[in-house]
């Protein structure tokens, strides 16, 4: 039976533990926490994932929550346009050809984290330093890190400068977990303004049935207001100031929300860095990266986690039809390469959120409000964002399908 060890019980982490170990690999998780810890934790993401990656978790047998989550069925995008308008200058809503889902990671990596173990997978408890792998490596056949991003594996998988436009985080971020009596739509609110986006949607937490709302702040701008905020009652105070100001709409959601518990906060920046996935360890041994560790995306177009369910679908792949051959740097940079197929226009989709809008852009979500085919298509590239090159990355191809899209009406 082969031996796999894995650093990291994450997204990325737990979901390959999980499928290889209903093939029979005798698969060891490394993690950080316990399952009770992360459970009790602090907030660690705000983590919608689309169908592709629900799908995966059906299939595998690890999404426990359907009955109970309260589906993520539309987008209602509105972007601002005077700063003192109160009505958002464009408006539209789109339904999903199938559900979304937000369940909270700390519900869903201690429930997996139990069942792996339940299933006869060991865990162990420590904080993986570089140092350690060596060890790893010599003990297992294949040794995956997928440790979430952060600077601790920085040196062992560098930046590649080619797809990592960005050395800095290109916004404040700023979320909060609450409960509101506010009316609210089936699903995820979208505000894009000038200074930020700030992002709405419901979530299956440890406290039950709440939303998160998210700020996403351009660096140095009004919305880059976290500084010093360590206190739930303050963030709320700051976020329904900029709910006000920003997206007056949607006031009403902070103005009749309270949090859903004194720890339901999470502030950062968060640098998009994609990486070179193959590390070479002192004794010449190699190790793979695996999710955020491998490729960071700026949580602005909620790619991270269902890209990190993309990255294990990729490598468990890889993984069985390597049989019982040598797991060699062709077949690490071959997983990577599968998953890459797919993550790259992830990446390319993301980062082109950090950006101001170009004019096609702007042209394509003012016509989604007249043309429903156009919200339709672009609602679904957060669920597949490969249909995002060759259309929005090219303004003459972008126009024109306007045009056509506009005279199909
Ligand atoms: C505010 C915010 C909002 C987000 N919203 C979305 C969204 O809507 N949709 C979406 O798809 N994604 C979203 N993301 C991104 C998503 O949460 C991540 O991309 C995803 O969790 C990555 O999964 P992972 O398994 O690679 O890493 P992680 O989920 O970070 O898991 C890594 C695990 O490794 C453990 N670990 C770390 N270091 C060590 C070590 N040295 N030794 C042992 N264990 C270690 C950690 O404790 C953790 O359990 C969001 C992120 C943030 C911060």
Redesign the pocket.
Same mark, same amino acid.
């Given at each position: 039976m082969r031996r796999i060890v894995i650093?990291?019980?994450? =997204?990325?982490?737990l979901v390959l533990a999980l499928g290889l170990q209903k093939h029979g690999y005798d698969v060891t998780v490394?993690?950080?926490?316990t399952a009770d810890e992360?459970r009790q934790g602090r907030l660690?993401?705000? =983590?919608?994932?689309f169908h592709p990656t629900l799908e995966r978790e059906r299939e595998l047998g690890i999404n426990f929550w359907d009955d109970e989550v309260q589906p993520v069925e539309e987008v209602a995008f509105n972007a601002a346009g005077t700063p003192d308008g109160t009505e958002p200058a464009i408006a539209w809503r789109q339904k999903f050809d199938h559900p979304a889902q937000?369940v909270d990671?700390r519900v869903k990596?201690s429930d997996w984290m139990t069942l792996f173990e339940a299933q006869g997978g060991e865990i162990r408890h420590?904080?993986?330093?570089p140092n350690d792998l060596d060890a790893y490596a010599a003990e297992f056949e294949l040794v995956i890190v997928?440790?979430?991003?952060?600077p =601790?594996f920085d040196a062992l998988f560098p930046r590649n400068p080619e797809f990592s436009p960005y050395a800095e985080p290109q916004r404040a971020?700023g979320?909060a977990y609450i409960r509101t009596k506010h009316p609210m739509p089936p699903g995820l609110i979208f505000n894009l303004g000038p200074y930020g986006e700030n992002f709405v949607l419901p979530v299956l937490s440890v406290q039950g049935k709440v939303h998160g709302i998210?700020f996403f702040g351009v660096p140095g701008g009004p919305m880059d207001v976290w500084h010093g905020v360590t206190d739930i009652d303050h963030h709320l105070e700051i976020a329904t100031e900029l709910l006000r100001t920003h997206f007056p709409w949607d006031k009403g959601i902070l103005e009749e929300a309270e949090p859903a518990g004194p720890l339901e906060l999470?502030h950062?920046g968060?640098t998009p860095t994609v990486r070179n996935p193959v590390g070479r360890l002192p004794s010449g041994r190699l190790v793979l990266a695996?999710?955020? /560790?491998a490729v /960071?995306?700026d949580?602005v177009g909620? =790619?991270?986690?269902?890209?990190?369910a993309r990255a294990a679908r990729s490598y468990q792949e890889a993984i069985l039809a390597q049989e019982d051959r040598y797991f060699d740097e062709k077949f690490m940079r071959e997983a990577f390469g599968k998953y890459w197929e797919v993550a790259q226009h992830a990446t390319a989709f993301n980062n082109a959120l950090l950006a101001p809008p170009p004019e096609h852009v702007l042209a394509t979500l003012d016509t989604a409000q007249r043309v429903p085919e156009v919200a339709h298509r672009f609602a679904h590239l957060f669920e597949n964002p490969v249909g995002y090159t060759g259309w929005l990355t090219d303004p003459e191809v972008s126009m024109r399908y306007l045009q056509e899209a506009t005279a199909r009406v």
């Open positions: 650093i990291g019980a994450g =997204q990325a982490g490394v993690a950080e926490k992360v660690i993401s705000n =983590q919608c994932v937000s990671q990596v420590h904080k993986v330093t997928a440790a979430g991003r952060g =601790q971020i979320i998210g999470l950062g968060i695996m999710g955020d /560790t /960071t995306n949580p909620g =790619q991270g986690a269902n890209m990190a």
